[in-house]
T-cell receptor, first 117, second 112 residues
Framework: DTEVTQTPKHLVMGMTNKKSLKCEQH?????MYWYKQKAKKPPELMFVYSYEKLSINESVPSRFSPECPNSSLLNLHLHALQPEDSALYLCASSQGGAGTGVPGTQYFGPGTRLTVL | QKEVEQDPGPLSVPEGAIVSLNCTYSNSAFQYFMWYRQYSRKGPELLMY????GNKEDGRFTAQVDKSSKYISLFIRDSQPSDSATYLC????????????FGSGTRLQVQP
């Protein structure tokens, strides 16, 4: 099973709201990722967690706050977003990650389509 | 210059045609090469994964990597309308930063 699940599928929020995106995998993968994808563009890396520790933060604004409660779960907390943050947010996982010595073939979830009004 | 170059298309072919999708790259540290298929408004789906140079075949799909030319290809035989999607190449290094570097994606349309 190579499934990564994400909830919710769609989210509409105002600029003053606080919301969270959730991601789950049960493949025993030790690296998890958040990507942002705008229409007709490739995914852009936001954060990487390796063994539940944040290993890469691509200078993402602080209004995005990741959290990895355990090896199967990854959250992205959203606060005071801007309309330009509207995008498809993708979670991915891989067996290995930065510094693990294991190939990082990534499996993606279906994404959360976020609209910020 | 981008690290990974991919023709955005769109590429339109008749059903049953052989499709060739390509990416070039500049970073000689890349060792892992992947092809993802992405349908509209869905997450990318891993199609093929290759380590270093060589060919890999899976059903109607063949991935080729030529590290000497820094060139990778995905061939789709007997293309079907259900193959209509955006195809993203992605690659990563063997050490250090292992995050994927994506091409811009090629939009493929297979006409029935």
């Amino acid at each position: 099973d190579t499934e990564v699940t994400q909830t919710p599928k769609h989210l509409v929020m105002g600029m003053t709201n606080k919301k969270s995106l959730k991601c789950e995998q049960h493949m025993g993968h030790r690296a998890m990722y958040w990507y942002k994808q705008k229409a007709k563009k490739p995914p852009e890396l936001m954060f990487v967690y390796s063994y539940e520790k944040l290993s890469i933060n691509e200078s993402v604004p602080s209004r995005f706050s990741p959290e990895c409660p355990n090896s199967s779960l990854l959250n992205l907390h959203l606060h005071a977003l801007q309309p330009e943050d509207s995008a498809l947010y993708l979670c991915a996982s891989s067996q290995g990650g930065a510094g693990t010595g294991v190939p990082g073939t990534q499996y993606f979830g279906p994404g959360t389509r976020l609209t910020v009004l | 210059q981008k690290e990974v170059e991919q023709d955005p298309g769109p590429l339109s072919v008749p059903e049953g045609a052989i499709v060739s999708l390509n990416c070039t790259y500049s970073n000689s540290a890349f060792q892992y090469f992947m092809w993802y298929r992405q349908y509209s408004r869905k997450g990318p789906e891993l199609l093929m994964y290759t380590y270093s140079s060589g060919n890999k075949e899976d059903g109607r799909f063949t991935a080729q990597v030529d590290k000497s030319s820094k060139y990778i290809s995905l061939f789709i035989r007997d293309s079907q309308p259900s193959d209509s999607a955006t195809y993203l190449c992605a690659m990563s290094a063997d050490t250090g930063r292992r995050a994927l570097t994506f091409g811009s994606g090629t939009r493929l349309q297979v006409q029935p």
